[in-house]
């Protein structure tokens, strides 16, 4: 992804939990949540060193986010891995974000942010919905994960619908209008299922993490 002229904080001393410099470390500042919607992130390699990501910040948010970096798993639970105390994994009641375009999946319903669809794109309602799956990287990044990850192609679908362009703003150059972060797209699922206060403590957080992008007080 081509960044913007925005000029980015020295990486230098760099924080063991949120792996960001001190002047970007927000960890003071980190909501503790739980909501009953869980989050894996599969997090391209070349990702985890760019200081404006927000997924390690997702994954420290809510702990149940189960965080892997890495290019391919063998499925959803070897992705998953063993957890004690977690609900039994059911394929079907997972779904991946997706990160197609809309000549494959169809467009977006006009004014609905959140939609649920099997593989071939056709809409399901009533659908029990256990956790989803966040690629995180650039546009080429993700598009990676999504091949190198054949068992994602099984499984179905969230689309995004947002109303709203990323609080990035300048900050990071998006590759198409209004794509969200990993963490504002945890937000905007979290949000359309109902879990409204944790989207928003979630947003705050976010936006604390931007001012220290971006250098203001």
């Known amino acids: 992804m081509r960044e913007s002229p925005t000029s980015t904080p020295s990486l230098q001393a760099s924080c063991p939990n949120c792996w ?19 989050f894996l992130i599969l997090q391209h390699p070349r990702e985890v060193k760019n200081p404006k990501g927000s997924a390690r910040l997702l994954s420290l948010a809510i702990p149940t986010t189960v965080h892997r970096v890495g290019l391919s798993w063998r499925s959803l639970a070897h992705a998953l891995g063993k957890q004690e105390d977690q609900p039994k994994i059911i394929p079907q009641e997972w779904a991946v974000l997706y990160v197609g375009t809309q000549k494959d999946s169809g467009p977006p319903k006009p004014g609905v942010p959140f939609e649920l669809r099997d593989r071939k794109g056709k809409m399901i309602e009533d659908a029990t919905l256990q956790g989803i799956i966040l690629l995180d990287g650039n546009w080429k990044q993700s598009k990676t994960l999504w091949w190198r990850n054949p068992w994602l192609l099984k ?9 709203a362009s990323s609080r990035y703003g300048t900050l990071r150059k998006q590759p198409r209008e209004r794509c969200l972060s990993t963490l504002e797209a945890a937000a905007e699922s979290l949000n359309a299922l ?9 947003n705050a957080y976010f936006e604390t993490f931007l001012s220290r992008l971006s250098g203001r007080p």
Request: aromatic share 0%.
């Open 20 to 38: 960001k410099s001190d002047t970007l470390c927000v960890c003071a500042s980190t909501p503790d949540l739980n909501p009953g919607l869980r």
């Open 155 to 163: 499984l179905n679908r969230v689309v995004l619908n947002p109303q």
């Open 194 to 202: 109902g879990e409204t206060e944790v989207a928003t403590a979630l």
